[in-house]
């Protein structure tokens, strides 16, 4: 299997990693995933990385970001202006209408993961199994750029547990689903990507992302509680599973992404409301298991 993505650009990149986070839109849910992850001082009693885990997120980390996973969590999103390659890595197209789709395992023969040009491996699965495997250098004499792949890793992560990015080829995962959000034009894909997440931010939580976090907190200690173990856990002892969190994810975007959202729709409360508690839930699953693959990476 072709890895070109593996391929080390180190003058630009070494450009990229010092510059400065810029707060844009879109960014907040991949940040809730990352600080649900990762203890911070906002969240002194919900660390759920390993003493181990925890360091080797400090020592990579870019020094501005502070020890804030958060803070560059939207990284990727960034730089696939400048790492062009990186673009097909953020999303896996499952095909028309199958909602119980299945994704294999990845593998050199694997149909499932694959970019436009037909390259396999080439898919948020494929890059959350590269990047986890890279991270199991940590410590070695290794080629690549750790500090890169875990923030590559932790970005994706989000990826693959929201529903749309993997969602169907045709409309390129709601990308092509042209909707009013209230009075906004919009697409769908953006509506779970942005609208909602910012919807429940001003409307529930005075537009502060700290609280729309802590709520997701106490529902993983407690409403989420007996479900938890079950979402770190991957089969056949792998580090990682994002076949697994795929393949949930187009269950979810069948039942709760497209359902009810048709071309030229208009999504008010009744669409917000009820698709509300499963954004929480996959941010919240997001989140536990990028904690659950950092401690199985770093011990």
């Excluded at 450009?15 to 400065?20: A, D, E, K, S, T």
């Excluded at 400090?58 to 673009?87: I, M, T």
């Excluded at 942005?194 to 729309?212: H, K, L, M, P, Q």
Aim: overall charge negative.
């Amino acid at each position: 299997m072709k890895k070109c993505y593996k391929i080390q650009l180190l003058a630009t990149l070494s450009f990229i990693l010092l510059l400065p986070n810029t707060k844009g839109w879109g960014e907040d849910g991949h940040a809730i995933v990352c600080r649900i992850a990762q203890v911070t001082n906002d969240f002194p009693s919900s660390s759920r990385l390993s003493d181990s885990a925890a360091d080797a997120v400090k020592n990579l980390l870019p020094k501005y970001a502070q020890n804030d996973l958060g803070s560059v969590c939207s990284w990727a999103d960034r730089v696939r202006f400048y790492l062009h390659w990186s673009s097909a890595l953020h999303f896996a197209d499952t095909p028309d209408k199958l909602c119980n789709y299945h994704f294999d395992q990845l593998s050199e023969n694997s149909g499932d993961c694959k970019d436009q040009d037909g390259e396999k491996g080439r898919c948020v699965v494929g890059a959350i199994k590269n990047y986890t495997d890279q991270l199991l250098g940590y410590g070695k004499d290794t080629q690549y750029n750790l500090t890169q792949a875990l923030l590559f890793l932790s970005h994706f992560m989000g990826d693959v547990h929201q529903p749309l990015h993997v969602g169907f080829t045709s409309d390129k995962g709601g990308n092509l689903i042209n909707i009013h959000w209230y009075r906004r034009k919009q697409n769908l894909h953006h509506v779970w990507d942005v609208n909602i997440i910012e919807t429940a931010e001003e409307r529930f939580y005075d537009s502060d992302i700290n609280g729309f976090t802590k709520a997701i907190q106490e529902n993983i200690t407690k409403t989420w509680s007996d479900q938890v173990r079950g979402w770190e856990t991957c089969n056949s002892k792998e580090t990682t599973c994002p076949d697994i969190y795929a393949s949930e994810g187009i269950e979810a975007a069948c039942k709760w992404a497209y359902k009810d959202a048709p071309e030229g729709s208009v999504l008010e409360d009744d669409y917000f409301l009820s698709r509300l508690p499963e954004v929480s839930l996959r941010l919240a699953q997001g989140g536990v298991r990028l904690a659950a693959t950092l401690n199985r990476i770093f011990g």
